[in-house]
């Protein structure tokens, strides 16, 4: 089996608690050593463009620029949907880490292995 893991992220920052736990998935999933990808869609989109992933979420809660630094120091990489992008007119300069890609390049990378899914 894989040992690949895949983040399914839909939601922004209007609901920074779920993209907080999102994230601490991910990060836990990368720094154990899993070739992890987040895949980012609807307003979560929003979050792969340099400066909008800002927020704490709550009192006690890392901030997300920090789980975005180890997400992307552990080798995590994200695939943004480009519907998403388009319909959003977003700018492509992501942060680190991410490339426009839907779900053909998404289950291109899972491959013919299993993949370990969370959704938020």
Do not use: Q
Not at 7 to 15: C, K, P, Q, S, Y
Not at 71 to 94: N, Q, S, W
């Amino acid at each position: 089996m894989s040992n690949r893991a895949v983040i399914n992220l839909t939601t922004g920052l209007e609901d920074a608690e779920r993209v907080t736990v999102a994230f601490l998935t991910a990060v836990a999933a990368a720094e154990s050593g899993r070739p992890t990808m987040m895949f980012l869609t609807k307003e979560a989109a929003r979050l792969a463009v340099p400066g909008v992933a800002v927020a704490t979420a709550c009192e006690g809660c890392p901030p997300l620029t920090e789980l975005i630094d180890r997400y992307e120091r552990a080798g995590g990489r994200y695939l943004v949907c480009p519907i998403c992008v388009h319909a959003k007119k977003l700018d492509t300069a992501f942060i680190a880490g991410a490339e426009m890609g839907g779900t053909v390049p998404l289950w291109e990378w899972i491959g013919e292995e299993a993949a370990t899914t969370f959704s938020f």
